[in-house]
């Protein structure tokens, strides 16, 4: 089975921050991924499919890349409502990462 | 609009079952995975299993292969997830989400997500 991991765990960052997440996959044949933002009480949403594609919507500060075993998401300006929980997911197994919270 | 629509909260006893359900609106229903996910209080995403009703495609994870069970019922567009005998650590909001039949594909549409409290 594939298992995924992501570093940090929480970065506590300010408005106008870069911020970089990293995810790690215990595989990397044919991995695709995915990065998702989840608020407090609400579903989470589909920012980077396809490893580095934006989803429709999603603001341009938002990117992913990466490849074979090792991915990241960067926030290139932190805003106010950017303060949330992000999971990566290898969208072929369905796996998700463990989540970082990003906090002030 | 493209949505899911999940079935409403649930409170339940140890050892009875369950069977929740997300409705599919605004999109072809057997193109696309239903996709399950777990989240315990206070804890991340897990994903529980995968159903195709283009071809009744079931992937379950590991984890909870055995503990549930997925289907659907593509004339309605509706998919289930379905409990035998509940236990306390079922306890968790459930997610339903499409996703494209493409390996890359992302969930793009999210349901309101079910709420279940098992306790005695």
């Known amino acids: 089975d594939i298992q995924m991991t992501q570093s940090p765990s929480s970065v506590s960052a300010s408005v106008g921050d870069r911020v970089t997440i990293t995810c790690r996959a215990s595989?990397?044949?044919?991995?695709?991924l995915a990065w998702y933002q989840q608020k407090p009480g609400k579903a989470p949403k589909l920012l980077i499919f396809?490893?580095?594609s934006l989803q429709s919507g999603v603001p341009s500060r938002f990117s992913g890349g990466g490849s074979g075993t090792d991915f990241t998401l960067t926030i290139s300006s932190l805003q106010p409502e950017d303060f949330a929980t992000y999971y990566c997911?290898?969208?072929?197994?369905?796996?998700f990462g463990p989540g970082t919270k990003v906090d002030i | 609009e493209v949505q899911l629509v999940q079935s409403g909260t649930e409170v339940k006893k140890p050892g009875e079952s369950l069977k929740m359900s997300c409705r599919g609106s605004?999109?072809?229903?057997?193109?696309?995975?239903i996709v399950w996910v777990r989240q315990m209080p206070g804890k991340g995403l897990e994903w529980v299993g995968s159903?195709?009703?283009?071809?009744?495609?079931?992937r379950y994870s590991p984890s909870f292969q055995g503990q549930v069970t997925i289907s659907a019922d593509r004339s309605i567009s509706v998919a289930h997830l379905q409990w035998s005998s509940l236990k306390a650590s079922d306890t968790a909001v459930y997610y339903c989400?499409?996703?494209?039949?493409?390996?890359?594909?992302?969930?793009?549409?999210w349901g309101q997500g079910t709420t279940v409290t098992v306790s005695s």
């Open positions: 396809g490893t580095s």
């Open positions: 989400a499409r996703k494209a039949a493409t390996a890359a594909a992302g969930l793009d549409v």
């Open positions: 159903f195709y009703p283009g071809d009744s495609d079931t």
């Open positions: 997911q290898q969208t072929n197994s369905f796996t």
């Open positions: 595989q990397g044949s044919s991995t695709w």
């Open positions: 605004g999109y072809s229903f057997t193109d696309y995975w």
